[in-house]
T-cell receptor, first 114, second 111 residues
Framework: KQEVTQIPAALSVPEGENLVLNCSFT??????LQWFRQDPGKGLTSLLL?????REQTSGRLNASLDKSSGRSTLYIAASQPGDSATYLC?????????????FGKGTKLSVIP | DAGVTQSPTHLIKTRGQQVTLRCSPK?????VSWYQQALGQGPQFIFQ???????QRGNFPDRFSGHQFPNYSSELNVNALLLGDSALYLC??????????FGSGTRLTVV
């Protein structure tokens, strides 16, 4: 059974800092990995999708890396802004029955202080 | 292009009642999945529908059932509601190449 762990559970940084969120998973036979953002009481917004054959993906100030062999992914946020404050969820795509399902970590709650 | 839409946004039910949640997938997506997110936790997979059939199911009791219609929209039904069923219910649609797109969720409170 796939297990996904995110460290740290919470993080508070001053505006402008670069930061790294960590995600680890137990079964390296993944289909893909997707990072999401969740604002309080809201749904999930997809940030980056990394296919199993890829090593990293970039979108604006965000960069996500994937190391399947070690079961790790990182989300790098450059020049953090107060609007980045949210919970960030890592989800691993596991294959099964012709498609795949997502297994989530518990998330990292990020607070960016102005 | 509309994303995933869910209704209703909020719902309050009494223990023992039944509830139906609805979801319309993103245009072009044919697979719909449902997730339950308890407060402070990551979403947990309930089940997935494709071509009107349940294709995969997570570790949820039979009280949780679903349906997918020919237009790919979907319903989640929960019978005999328990206090522990209070959560945010998320619907997602997907295509293999582009990943999952989630709706805003339905907040269910069981009293």
């Amino acid at each position: 059974k796939q297990e996904v762990t995110q460290i740290p559970a919470a993080l508070s940084v001053p505006e402008g800092e670069n930061l790294v969120l960590n995600c680890s998973f137990t079964d390296s036979a993944i289909y893909n990995l997707q990072w999401f953002r969740q604002d309080p009481g809201k749904g999930l917004t997809s940030l980056l999708l990394i296919q199993s054959s890829q090593r990293e993906q970039t979108s604006g100030r965000l960069n996500a890396s994937l190391d399947k062999s070690s079961g790790r992914s990182t989300l790098y946020i450059a020049a953090s802004q107060p609007g980045d404050s949210a919970t960030y969820l890592c989800a691993v795509g596991d294959s099964g029955a012709g498609s795949y399902q997502l297994t989530f970590g518990k998330g990292t709650k990020l607070s960016v202080i102005p | 292009d509309a994303g995933v839409t869910q209704s209703p946004t909020h719902l309050i039910k009494t223990r023992g009642q039944q509830v139906t949640l609805r979801c319309s997938p993103k245009s072009g997506h044919d697979t719909v999945s449902w997730y339950q997110q308890a407060l402070g936790q990551g979403p947990q997979f309930i089940f997935q529908y494709y071509e009107e059939e349940e294709r995969q199911r997570g570790n949820f009791p039979d009280r949780f059932s679903g349906h997918q219609f020919p237009n790919y929209s979907s319903e989640l039904n929960v019978n005999a509601l328990l206090l522990g069923d209070s959560a945010l219910y998320l619907c997602a649609s997907s295509l293999v190449a582009v990943g999952y797109t989630f709706g805003s969720g339905t907040r269910l409170t069981v009293v």
